[in-house]
């Protein structure tokens, strides 16, 4: 916003350390709370008489703190690990943000570059985690909905989840194409376009 207003390309190495930090961060909770919610979802409608016993407010407390906690964590190494590489390519981002795939085309150390890489992999899997864990709830919920005899049950029921699974799928269906998008179809327009639209959207 900074840059747009007065019409510079700059930004500071704390900056944009922070802006990979944050990114990171609110990026890792809103996945783990999405999960989280989805188990909400799960019990309220395949488990209502334990849901007060499953979803009481100590264990709301417990969990949305280790989704923050988690987010963190993640933010954290990756933040560090990164801004830990010595830049040996200049300064230049092709880039309106700081993006990590950006700073790690500057870096010329081997092994931290390597080290990234397998944080990002362990993030990946920790995502790919949370996404089967949503789709078999999801599956579950589906089941339980479509026994329910009353069509204005089944759709008090699906209200309720429609929302949850639209924002989930924006999530997943906008990261998922602008880093996993085949090489063929990558230019540095394109891949401007959709950081905006990934940044905009968190």
Request: aromatic share 14%.
């Amino acid at each position: 916003m900074h840059n747009s207003l007065w019409g510079t390309t700059t930004i500071s190495y704390t900056g944009c350390a922070a802006q990979i930090f944050f990114f990171f961060f609110f990026m890792s909770t809103e996945l783990s709370l999405l999960t989280i919610m989805c188990y909400d979802r799960y019990v309220a409608i395949c488990k209502p008489l334990h849901y007060g016993t499953l979803l009481g407010s100590r264990a709301c407390a417990h969990m949305a703190a280790a989704a923050w906690a988690s987010g963190f964590l993640n933010a954290l190494l990756h933040t560090a690990n990164t801004f830990s590489l010595p830049l040996c390519q200049g300064n230049a981002l092709g880039q309106f943000f700081c993006e990590i795939p950006q700073i790690l085309k500057l870096s010329c150390s081997h092994s931290g570059y390597l080290r990234e890489i397998g944080l990002i992999v362990v993030s990946c899997c920790l995502v790919f985690n949370c996404f089967i864990f949503i789709v078999f709830s999801y599956v579950q919920i589906f089941r339980a909905v479509l026994r329910i005899p009353s069509q204005q049950g089944r759709h008090k029921a699906f209200s309720t989840c429609l929302p949850h699974l639209a924002v989930v799928s924006l999530f997943i269906n906008t990261a998922a194409f602008a880093h996993l998008k085949p090489s063929s179809i990558s230019s540095p327009s394109l891949d401007l376009v959709l950081s905006v639209l990934w940044c905009l959207q968190h």
